[in-house]
């Protein structure tokens, strides 16, 4: 007999399902792939990683530091999963992605507790009463996106999502990307593509140039924090410079000095035989992106394992259909309905997961009787979560984790003048993260001690 439904095994419906199976449901979770396959997607996996294969900064009092830090006191099977499977990536969490989704389907599939079923899902169970995390992700197929729109009156909301392109290590000229990191943090773990002045110029004006994928809308609405370089470099050509490219913390091994421009190469695979462009997710036509990218010091004569694309990605009008614990609100004849990852309005890896990991808690309460119970505000995850709830419907857009998002320190946290007399204003930034970072790990905590 199953318990619940989830929709979709991304990384927000892998992480429901184990987290509800670890609970003690019996979980049903329907993934379409392969048989039904996206214009992102390339396996069958739960929890593919289509863009990167980076799940941001490691720093503990970073914004996704602090999510990744809640997330391992609740148990997240994608951090551990991440962990397992990391490769070197200086300050970030970077994954071996294949190996990393093989072991997530593996575990998923053999839990005792899930139902895994290839299916093209059309509708959610809950007319037999079956509790349902729509997970679908934001390349949910049309059936089920009709669904959606039909029920909630939802227009579609989206933006345009880019992939950045994959090289073979053999094909990458070891005499001129040189490895580190910037500024000699941790170990070298970059190759890194220097270009001088006129190269850079050169690459600018090839990129701009160059034959674009078709988009099949007249206004093309990109995410802020994942645009394509060619629209970067659009908006002044020295914006890669600043961007993706910018050379800071990095000296070129052969001259001594600081590059004018560099490419960062991160590796895509544990055996150290992919590299993927770091930051240069684009809509380049295939044959362009050969011709662009191979002026690129370093990978003239590289060989692609995949070049980059783009897809649309939808999401719901979050505010207007969700409460804080991600069930659909103002709907008596809808109960038992959640939605969770990309397609709930958050964008980025680890956030995806983490509203999986929140609303199959949600879920474990609604099937157990207990009333709703949301995520402390003062936590990355509940800040992200009363985000969704309380923004302005209105040009609302998807959230990423942010410093931003969580609430002021109290009055009295931090003796403000003697941050600033012992570091200046970077002393006073470090404190105040270390100081919500503490506060936040106290909250999940109690809250942890509750929903276990």
Known sequence: MTDVCVIGAGLAGSEAAWQLAERGHKVLLCEMRPENTTPAHQTGYAAEMVCSNSF???DPCSATGIL?????RLGSIILATARETSVPAGLSLAVDRNLFAGLITERLQKHGNIEWKTALATEPPIA?????IIASGPLTADPLALWISETFNESSLYFYDAIAPIVEKDSIDPSIAFPASRYGKRTPDFLNCPLNKEQYETFVDVLLAAPRAPLH???????EACLPIEVMAERGRDTLRYGPMKPVGLTD???GRQPYAVVQLRQDSIAGDLFN?????TRLAWGAQAEVFRLIPGIGNAVFSRFGSIHRNTYISAPRLLDATLAVKNRPDLPGLYF???????EGYMESAATGLAAAIAVDRHIRSLPPLE???QTMIGAMLHYLANAAPVNFTPINAMIGVLPDLPKGVLDLKEMKKRGGKGGLKAAKREALREIALAAIKSFESVVR
């Open 340 to 346: 969770a990852g990309q397609i709930s309005g958050v």
């Open 128 to 132: 037999f009463g079956i509790p349902t």
């Open 56 to 58: 941001k900064s490691d």
């Open 217 to 223: 809308d007249l206004e093309a609405r990109y995410f």
């Open 375 to 377: 995520f402390p505000g």
């Open 68 to 72: 990744k830090a809640e997330m391992e």
């Open 277 to 281: 462009l770091v930051g240069f997710q």
């Open 253 to 255: 091994p052969k001259t």
